[in-house]
């Protein structure tokens, strides 16, 4: 093998470890945002079109508690990521309990409008508010990881991945090891069962929403340095994740995590191949094609469909 064999293989080899770290960082935040919106439908019955208003939510938060009051980063997240819960139970009771009560039949198509109605209105209240004005920070912590020579991945970008797999993992021990988690699971499955048992259906659905909340403000503080707060800035989020629970399958929770890797990486792959913009056009291409072929999603899911509710 001559010398300029060597250096072709060597950087295929970069290439290659570049297209897959960066499709994995950007997957953790996919799967961050997935199962949230997962989650709220499986258990809720809700296509939720204001996701990305508490992704924002989060990242406002995170701003404002470390730029303005100056606490230290991972109490700024934990800050943003615990005001999403409480804005997401705040909204629940607010709009969704209400109209719950009222929708009987037409719950799926109200539900709906109501989040994008819900979207629309948060979006004007936060542009009213801050402006849009962009408001960010160059980053939490200064240090670099040096994956390979020349090739260095900033702390941020790590540690929004470690939060992300982190808070997943959680929420897996949640559900399947506490009593309210397991009563989350029991009204996804059979919601007409868990009322016969004595489960309060307000208070899971009120906990699922929080929950579904917390995990969207937790990926928008956690990459505050990479994506800075602004009115419109959940947009981007919501259609990656709804991608992700469309190619795996709506409700499917651990498919999502999965799902959110495989976009990730399959958009770093489109970007690297195909330039920049043509990870969208991918990642809408591979939609269409699942849709025609297994319109279940990749996973399938044990959720019924909005038609069968």
Not at 41 to 62: D, K, L, Q, S, T
Not at 111 to 140: D, M, N
Not at 170 to 190: C, E, H, M, N, Y
Not at 223 to 244: C, D, E, M, Q, R
Request: aromatic residues 12%.
């Amino acid at each position: 093998m001559d010398l300029a064999m060597l250096q072709n293989f060597f950087d295929l080899n970069a290439d290659v470890i570049q297209v897959a770290l960066t499709g994995t960082l950007r997957g953790g935040l996919y799967a961050l945002m997935a199962v949230g919106l997962a989650l709220v439908f499986g258990v809720m019955n809700i296509c939720h079109f204001a996701h990305g208003e508490f992704y924002v939510i989060g990242a406002y938060a995170a701003y404002f508690a470390h730029v303005v009051f100056g606490l230290d980063p991972i109490l700024s997240i934990a800050s943003a990521a615990m005001l999403s819960f409480l804005a997401g139970a705040v909204a629940e009771k607010i709009f969704f309990l209400p109209l719950r009560r009222r929708s009987k039949n037409e719950w799926v198509i109200n539900a709906f409008l109501l989040t994008a109605g819900l979207s629309v209105a948060l979006q004007s209240l936060f542009k009213l508010i801050w402006g849009v004005r962009y408001r960010g920070i160059t980053q939490y912590w200064k240090t670099t990881f040096e994956v390979l020579p020349g090739m260095a991945v900033a702390a941020d970008r790590i540690v929004a991945l470690g939060i992300a797999l982190g808070a997943i993992f959680l929420l897996w021990l949640f559900l399947q090891k506490t009593r309210l988690g397991r009563a989350i699971r029991a009204v996804s499955q059979d919601e007409r069962g868990a009322m016969l048992v004595g489960i309060d259906l307000d208070q899971i659905y009120m906990l699922t929403f929080a929950l579904g909340s917390m995990l969207a403000g937790l990926g928008g503080a956690s990459l505050l340095s990479l994506t800075p707060a602004y009115p419109f800035a959940g947009n981007k989020p919501l259609i990656s994740s709804w991608f992700v629970v469309t190619i795996v399958g709506l409700g499917n929770v651990s498919g999502a995590v999965l799902g959110g890797f495989i976009v990730g990486i399959f958009e770093s792959v489109a970007y690297f191949a195909l330039g920049q913009g043509w990870q969208d056009v991918a990642s809408l291409g591979m939609l269409i094609l699942l849709l025609l072929f297994k319109p279940t999603g990749l996973f399938g899911t044990q959720i019924k469909s909005v038609w069968e509710r």
